[in-house]
């Protein structure tokens, strides 16, 4: 009884680990392109506009993660549809997605190394 009772203080104060976790997936490049092809999917790069510009995948938007806009774009789309998100390496679509959770949306789909690892 004493552990369960110091477990649940250490939960309370430190919280869960699994709050992300199940909400966010990572697929690998060849996962994602069989998601998102020939589909009507939530499908967002959140690279700067420059670099959206030099290349992205096809019927992608374009949701810049260092925008103070970023949330209220977000907030116009269906957070009960699955969304799927890349940028250039994985590493601002990691900090997307947990962004992401934090304003409701509960299936994400994050491209693994981004979209140089989907070329």
Not at 54 to 66: L, R
Not at 68 to 78: C, E, R
Not at 84 to 109: D, H, M, N, P, W
């Amino acid at each position: 009884m004493k552990h369960i009772i110091i477990m649940s203080i250490f939960t309370a104060l430190f919280g869960s680990k699994t709050s992300n976790n199940n909400y966010i997936k990572v697929l690998s490049a060849q996962e994602f392109r069989a998601q998102i092809t020939n589909k009507n999917v939530q499908l967002i790069d959140v690279r700067t506009p420059k670099e959206y510009n030099s290349g992205h995948i096809k019927n992608a938007k374009n949701i810049d993660f260092f925008s103070s806009k970023f949330n209220a774009q977000f907030d116009k789309l269906d957070k009960d549809k699955a969304i799927y998100v890349y940028c250039r390496s994985g590493s601002r679509s990691k900090q997307a997605s947990k962004k992401l959770v934090t304003l409701g949306f509960k299936e994400i789909y994050d491209l693994k190394g981004g979209f140089l690892n989907y070329n």
